[in-house]
Structures are given as structure tokens and as C-alpha cells.
């Protein structure tokens, strides 16, 4: 990676989802977030203190453990995603990462920041398609929801996402249907 860039640039992340074996449809899934996450970003109505750079770095890199989770049979995949790229000094990716599945310190008051718009934008995208929230849930629930806990959890969850949706969109120029818009 280039010493003098904080964040890699995409063509660094591609190399990093190809160094760590990332499947060809994580990696569209990834490359579909990024869309998702940037065109949240360009939409919103302040954006200074945020890094467009990190947004989409985190997005491509978010899975990056998801091919190593599905040999080794673990579902933690946020959490190795996260080691992998602390190793890498990467350590505000690694946090988006680290809560792209399980989302710790969410604050609805609090100006929109990168990690709600990965969070947000993993859970708009199955596979490389733009969903809207009750698809990418039912979806979840069918392919993870392994055992009735889990399942709870990922039904749970849909209220967060939405209120976080609500948080989103409250900070930006146009709806997330309009910003998201050929997608």
C-alpha cells in the first residue's frame, strides 16, 4: 500500500480481496457496497468531517475474512475481518469492519459517520443487488439462521437498521431511494 495514503485506494483493496482469496461474489457484493456507501456519502448534506476515502475502502474491505469464515465453518467473520486488518494498520477500517455484522455504539443523535453508511450499505446490498431492508433480512434470516437464536437476532436487528436508515436519510440532500437510484 502507498505510505503516503492513510486508507488504500481501490486498486490496493482489490489486491488486498485477491491476496486474501476473496470468492468472485464477495468480492462483487463488496464492489456493490462501495456503490452504495459512496452514493450515501456524495448524497449527504455535510459530509466535512467525514473521509470519502475511508468509506469506500472500508466497503470494499469489509468481508475481507468471508472466504476464511466459510472454509474454516466460523460466522465471525467481522471480528477476523478485523484482526486481519488491525495487521495491516489499518485500524479505522478494521473497526468499521469489526462492526459491519453486530453494531456497538450506535448514537441516533450523533452526525451520520462512516461506519453507520458501511454498516447500512452491507445491509441494502444481497449479493450484488440493491434490496430494500425486508428482502436483505429475509435473506439473512434464510441463510444464516442456523439455529432459533440467531434467527432472533437477525429479526431484532431490522429495527436498528431501520432506525439507522431513518438517521441516514435525515442527513441527506434526497431520499435513500433517490441517491441510491440506478444502483
Known amino acids: 500500500m502507498n505510505g503516503l495514503k492513510k486508507y488504500p485506494t481501490e486498486d490496493e483493496c482489490h489486491e488486498l480481496l485477491h491476496r486474501f482469496r476473496m470468492l468472485p461474489n464477495i468480492i462483487d457484493h463488496s464492489v456493490q457496497v ?31 475474512a468471508k472466504t476464511r469464515s466459510i472454509e474454516q465453518k466460523d460466522l465471525r467473520h467481522d471480528l477476523i475481518g478485523a484482526q486481519m486488518l488491525r495487521e495491516l494498520g489499518q485500524n479505522e477500517i478494521a473497526d468499521i469492519c469489526e462492526n459491519h455484522v453486530i453494531y456497538n455504539g450506535f ?13 447500512y450499505a452491507d445491509k441494502r446490498v444481497m449479493h450484488d443487488r440493491v434490496v430494500d431492508i425486508e428482502t436483505r433480512i ?4 434464510e441463510r444464516y439462521g442456523k439455529t432459533e437464536k440467531i434467527k432472533e437476532m437477525i429479526i431484532h436487528n431490522k429495527e436498528f437498521v431501520l432506525a439507522l436508515e431513518h438517521k441516514i436519510e435525515s442527513g441527506m440532500k434526497h431520499s435513500l431511494d433517490q441517491a441510491l437510484k440506478g444502483l
Open 34 to 64: 462501495m456503490r452504495v456507501s459512496l452514493a450515501i456519502f456524495d448524497d449527504l448534506k455535510d459530509r466535512n468531517s467525514l473521509s470519502r476515502e475511508l468509506v469506500a475502502a472500508a466497503a470494499l474491505l469489509h468481508d475481507i
Open 107 to 119: 448514537d441516533k443523535d450523533s452526525p451520520v459517520n462512516e461506519k453507520d453508511i458501511v454498516f
Open 138 to 141: 429475509a435473506d439473512l434470516v
